[in-house]
């Protein structure tokens, strides 16, 4: 298992920008894809963006194609989330997560999935 927690959530106005981090530790960490889903309020939780533990792969959600980049650091063990020109609908609760598949995080994870605690991304009109 991969403990993962999560930094850098807050309050913004829209159009703005944040930068999400998430910390991991555990087991061969640099070797795993690692992700972001989201969930809004009264929604189900959504994929946002995927990494491969090379970074030569990365895969978007439609929605965030454009604003969102994804991006990791092995020798830090963490993966950052930049999202700019944030809009109302981007309110949610971020999650990042880990799996020796990034296939799997891109349909939303499973049972070999590792997830974090969340951070609360509030953006105001």
């Known amino acids: 298992q991969v403990q993962l927690v999560e930094s850098g959530g807050g309050l913004v106005q829209a159009g703005g920008s944040l930068r999400l981090s998430c910390a991991a530790s555990g087991r061969t960490v640099s070797s795993y894809a690692m992700g972001w889903a989201r969930q809004a309020p009264g929604k189900e939780r959504e994929f946002v963006a995927a990494?491969?533990?090379?970074?030569?792969?990365?895969y978007y959600a439609d929605s965030v194609k454009g604003r969102f980049t994804i991006s990791r650091d092995n020798a830090k063990n963490t993966v950052y989330l930049q999202i700019d020109s944030l809009k109302p609908e981007d309110t949610a609760v971020y999650y990042c997560t880990a799996d020796p598949s990034i296939m799997t995080i891109h349909v939303g994870g499973g049972p070999s999935s590792s997830w974090g605690q969340g951070t609360q991304v509030t953006v105001s009109s």
């Open positions: 990494i491969s533990w090379s970074g030569s792969r990365i």
